[in-house]
């Protein structure tokens, strides 16, 4: 199933309309596609120039090198899934219950790591393969991201809906981290994202809950 998605972003000033802009927008789907595909180590040059449909070296005119390209991808892909998870939780009522926003926000991340946005696979799949240069700029849209599903575990131990036992920092983790291996397992065929998300939600429901729901 294909998931390419455009980043429709451009650092060098080009409009967003522009054959330039065009262009780099290319390079970093392709980019997506070969670090979903291959890894930070499998990515290189040649096979992102080759699915961008450009000579390898007409990518160093966008991009410095190779991690400059991967680490656009790699951020990308993170505020993706950010800016998709906060849209569905502002889209909800106002009532919503805490284990409520958890269960659309489990939702919203699925959504968008496994269909939407081939950025967001490829920043979660590769995240413990990235050196040091590029791991600190990622981890800064990582913690903000860490941030938003504390607030949402905090909001729901206050109202009491959260198994009292439960460490809400390892449940978060724990949470995060399965949601965060989804892309690599998940498949069309094991199964639809409809009947997926609905598992997660009914495995994080019980696993959170106080069972008196």
Known sequence: MARRASAQVSDDGARPDSKSARTRERILDAAAEVLNRNGYAGTRLSDIAEIAQ???????????????VIQEVVQVGLRRTMAHVEVSLAAMPADATGMERILTAVAA????????????????????????????????????????WR???????AAGEIEPRLDPGAARMLVIGALNWAPEWWRE???????????????????????SD
């Open 54 to 68: 450009l000579q390898a070296p007409a990518i160093y005119y966008y991009f410095p090198s190779r991690d400059d």
């Open 109 to 148: 991340h699925l959504e968008v790591v496994l269909q939407d946005s081939a950025y967001s696979a490829a920043a979660i799949r590769n995240a413990a393969q990235l050196p040091t240069e590029i791991r600190e700029v990622q981890l800064v849209d990582q913690r903000r991201y860490g941030d938003l």
């Open 151 to 157: 607030s949402l575990i905090d909001d729901a131990v």
């Open 189 to 211: 065929e094991r199964g639809s994202l409809a009947d997926t998300v609905r598992t997660a939600q009914l495995l994080v429901r019980r696993g959170l809950g106080t069972g």
